[in-house]
Structures are given as C-alpha cells and as structure tokens.
C-alpha cells in the first residue's frame, strides 16, 4: 500500500497550486486523511484534515481561507488546493492517511 502526491513545483507568491495523493493497495473511505508539510530546518507541522466523507474539514490557522481541503474515494484521491500562496508556504506537502500510511511528499516552492 502506498500514497503518492503530485503537483508541487514553483509558483510566485499570489499564486495557486493544486496537490493530489493518490491512494493505491488500500481504499482511503475508511481513513481520516491528513496534508503535512515541512520546510527546511523546521518540524513537520499539520496543514489540513478531512474526514472519511469529507463531510467536515479542518485547517492549521496559517492556512485557513487559502487552502481547501478534498477528497474523491471514488478516485481514491485527495487534493490540496492552494490559493494566494506565500514565500512561508514553501515545504515539501505529504499526505497522510490515518491507518498508517505516508507519502513521499512534493516540494512546493513560492518565490518571485
């Protein structure tokens, strides 16, 4: 069983970004879902949940407004959309399920 995220990459601050984890070897339905993320020389801080219908969601208040958190179980997917991103958004992004799995993580770099 494995997560797999894509979509990082550059962007200039104000900018948007859209992260997917795709879920292989399990089903997500039954796992809370999480996005981490990490930036150079920092611990790794919690950046949104979503619940297993993605009924409810919940987010870090440094990105609160500017993120949404999704889900698809049909696609096995989760998605981060990242709108008016900052230079402080920068870090690798991980996707995280409550079962026990965690993805290898995409790096997202807001600069000008």
């Known amino acids: 069983a494995q997560l797999v995220e894509s979509g990082g990459g550059l962007v200039q601050p104000g900018g948007s970004l859209r992260l997917s984890c795709v879920a292989s070897?399990?089903?997500?339905?039954?796992?809370?879902m999480r996005w981490y993320r990490q930036a150079p020389g920092k611990e790794r801080e919690w950046v949104a949940a979503?619940?297993?219908?993605?009924?409810?969601?919940y987010y870090a208040n440094s990105v609160k407004g500017r993120f949404t958190i999704s889900r698809d179980n049909a696609k096995n997917t989760m998605y981060l959309q990242m709108s008016s991103l900052k230079p402080e958004d920068t870090a690798v992004y991980s996707c995280?399920?409550?079962?026990?799995?965690w993805g290898q993580g995409t790096q997202v770099t807001v600069s000008s």
């Open positions: 070897g399990f089903t997500i339905s039954s796992s809370i």
């Open positions: 979503i619940t297993r219908t993605g009924e409810n969601t």
């Open positions: 995280n399920a409550d079962v026990g799995y």
